[in-house]
């Protein structure tokens, strides 16, 4: 397995040794969470010998959304979608990947002791990568409401990815795995379903595949954009809607979806088993969909992907 300890990492302009990457005990990023991030998937394919990045460029955009959103004013004039695509892809090369693979990516305030201040400061870009690992069982996942509510797009956006933002995420994860669940799906301020704390969520109702939509507090995620675009190309009716609690325990099928987790199926919420604690058809049709498209062997999607 790839030991990101061992790899180069980006930081500040350099390719330099992982343990090198590191930033000061008193900078803007440590004391008040000022940086924004993303993470995109690099897929190994064995029988090809070829190495895919997703959507890599939806992730630049992704990332140059964050920083506006946050008024980080120099990222966007120094990191053009040509300099970016060109540092990831050495990166890749460098590190002579040949498994999957997660790249983060961070755009931080580079300051330190400057308080909670962030136009006009310098902003830094740094990235790394790190083995896919599993962050969640692929074979299904135990999920609860949490007590937590997510925090609201005028408190801290969640149109953005803002690494501090990911204290609410924590406080629910931490409270779920103590209650005995694996994980925990958030509501918005209004008591609707929103996400849970690091992917997306999809329901399926009356045959249907729902998901929250956007006017309710989550982050417009890569991959639950992909699969908006997948689901009606298999037949399969999607909509974006409001969605109550109260669904989630009436629902035919559940399941997760992120760059991390992929797609991930919901056994339970809240002690109710859902399809019976079984993976959903919709849910399986939809995994082994999103599976070719990441290995490059489905050509309608081919442009997702770029080989590194």
Same mark, same amino acid.
């Given at each position: 397995m790839f030991d990101y300890k061992k790899s180069e990492a980006f930081f500040r302009n350099n390719f330099v040794p992982f343990e090198q990457a590191n930033v000061s005990i008193a900078s803007s990023p440590v004391l008040y969470g000022l940086s924004v991030y993303t993470v995109f998937s690099v897929n190994w394919n064995a029988k090809t010998n070829k190495l895919y990045a997703f959507r890599l460029k939806d992730h630049y955009e992704r990332l140059l959304q964050s920083a506006r959103i946050m008024d980080f004013d120099s990222f966007e004039k120094e990191w053009s979608w040509e300099k970016f695509e060109k540092t990831m892809v050495e990166l890749v090369k460098r590190n002579k990947v040949q498994e999957d693979a997660l790249v983060r990516v961070t755009v931080f305030i580079d300051e330190q002791i400057a308080g909670t201040r962030i136009r006009g400061l310098k902003n830094s870009l740094s990235a790394y990568i790190y083995p896919k690992g599993q962050i969640l069982s692929t074979s299904g996942v135990h999920m609860c409401i949490s007590s937590w509510v997510r925090n609201? /797009? $005028? &408190?801290?956006?969640?149109?953005?990815?803002? $690494?501090?933002?990911y204290v609410n995420a924590s406080l629910m994860k931490n409270e779920a795995i103590l209650n005995g669940y694996d994980d925990a799906i958030a509501l918005d301020h $209004?008591?609707?379903?929103?996400?849970?704390?690091v992917a997306n969520l999809f329901i399926v109702r009356r045959g249907k595949l729902a998901t929250p939509d956007t006017s309710t507090d989550i982050l417009e995620g890569i991959t639950r954009d992909s699969l908006l675009e997948i689901a009606p190309k298999l037949g399969i009716e999607v909509e974006e809607r409001s969605i109550d609690r109260t669904e989630l325990y009436k629902c035919e099928e559940a399941f997760l979806c992120g760059s991390s987790v992929r797609i991930t199926p919901v056994l339970s919420i809240d002690r109710r088993l859902v399809n019976g604690g079984n993976v959903g058809k919709i849910t399986d049709q939809l995994m082994k969909a999103y599976e070719n498209i990441r290995l490059?062997? /489905? $050509?309608?999607? &081919?442009?997702w992907l770029q080989a590194v």
């Open positions: 609201m /797009d $005028n &408190s801290i956006p969640a149109k953005a990815k803002i $690494n501090g933002s $209004n008591g609707h379903v929103a996400e849970s704390t490059g062997k /489905d $050509n309608q999607f &081919s442009n």
